[in-house]
């Protein structure tokens, strides 16, 4: 089966990379969090208390 690029399936197997890569079998809070960091940040609209239109001009973004 196709997986997708869904952020909650890219944040399961991110975590669960970095736990292997720490030699650890079972996924800790820390790897969740730093696993969603990379992996959920692009997918956001903006930053949640970011100001609407901040960062936006008119053909692109600014960044």
């Known amino acids: ?5 869904r952020g909650d399936i890219i ?3 991110t975590s669960k990379t970095l ?5 650890r079998v079972h996924v800790t809070d820390e790897d969740i969090e ?4 990379l992996a959920l ?3 956001m609209r903006r930053q ?3 100001e609407i239109g901040k960062g936006r001009r ?3 973004y600014a960044g």
């Open 19 to 23: 736990a292997a890569w720490h030699g």
């Open 48 to 50: 949640p208390f970011e």
């Open 41 to 43: 940040p692009h997918r």
């Open 34 to 37: 730093v696993a969603a960091g």
């Open 11 to 13: 944040t399961l197997k």
């Open 1 to 5: 089966g196709v997986d997708g690029h």
């Open 58 to 60: 008119e053909g692109g």
